[in-house]
């Protein structure tokens, strides 16, 4: 696909492909197209040109929540987070998005809808283990640290139910045990059959969680590997980690 803003061309005949229940990141130095090739594949913009395809449905130009319904789902930073409710009310909200109940079965009550309503309990109680939010499930989200407000995101995200779960730069702004934390939240949902995609800058927890790599620059793709070939590959280097490495050192 190609991305154009205007006269800037965003994300050049790009083409990847995202293997089912792999750990895929996307890196690249900033503008290099990351977010742009993000929003395309959730249906927050629409490609200028070429085709996104999950599982044979084609993706391109579809609103998001039909691409949701799809199973290919995004975090959202905050937006998605009632504040004022406990963190287990925020799993179920996500959850009955999804659940459709017709509103008049929840109006009387009906016994299906009871059932459906356990069901849907115990689904946000596994999913707030997954994310390991248990302890804090009767907390307003409002109380939350930064770290854990980041962990209900993904818990919101997941009770969306996807198959592929995009995760744009999730550990920016969390101190080492938070990232640590992080990293192997995304093993145990890569574990539970889920497929991520990946866009970060820390290459730390890029190298430690993708199973491949693929390295974006002007909008272009110019690598593509598992992590120990990225970190060699001269052009990423010069374009990317070269970059990174002497900022860290400055
Ligand atoms: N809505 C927009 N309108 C115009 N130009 C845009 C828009 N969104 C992105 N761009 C431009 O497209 C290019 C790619 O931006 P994009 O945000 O996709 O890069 P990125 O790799 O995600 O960068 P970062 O690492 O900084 O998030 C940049 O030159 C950016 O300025």
Redesign the pocket.
């Known amino acids: 696909m190609s991305i154009r803003?205007?006269g800037?061309t965003?994300?050049e005949d790009m083409t990847f492909e995202v293997r089912e229940g792999e750990v895929l990141s996307l890196i690249?130095?900033?503008?290099?197209?990351?977010?742009?090739?993000?929003n395309a594949i959730t249906g927050y913009?629409t490609p200028s040109s070429g085709t996104i395809t999950y599982r044979g449905t084609p993706l391109a130009g579809l609103k998001s929540d039909r691409i949701a319904g799809h199973g290919v789902v995004r975090t959202f930073q905050k937006t998605s987070v009632f504040n004022g409710l406990p963190v287990l009310d925020n799993v179920l909200i996500g959850l009955h998005r999804r659940a459709r109940q017709h509103p008049l079965a929840i109006m009387l009550g009906l016994p299906g809808v009871r059932r459906d309503e356990a069901r849907l309990r115990d689904l946000a109680w596994e999913i707030l283990d997954l994310v390991a939010l248990r302890p804090r499930a009767n907390e307003v989200a409002a109380a939350l640290s930064y770290g854990e407000l980041r962990l209900l995101e993904v818990a919101i995200a997941l009770a969306a139910e996807p198959t592929l779960l995009l995760l744009d730069?999730p550990v920016s702004g969390m101190n080492p045990a938070e990232t640590g934390a992080f990293m192997s939240l995304i093993a145990r949902i890569r574990a539970s059959g889920i497929t991520i995609l990946l866009?970060e800058?820390d290459m730390k927890m890029v190298m430690g969680v993708s199973d491949r790599v693929v390295c974006?620059n002007q909008?272009k793709i110019i690598a593509d590997g598992p992590p120990a070939a990225i970190q060699q590959d001269p052009q990423v280097i010069r374009a990317y980690l070269g970059e990174r490495y002497v900022r860290a050192r400055g």
């Not at 690249?28 to 993000?38: E, I, L, V, W």
């Open positions: 803003f205007g800037l965003a994300v690249g130095p900033n503008g290099a197209g990351k977010t742009s090739a993000f913009i730069e866009v800058h974006l909008g």
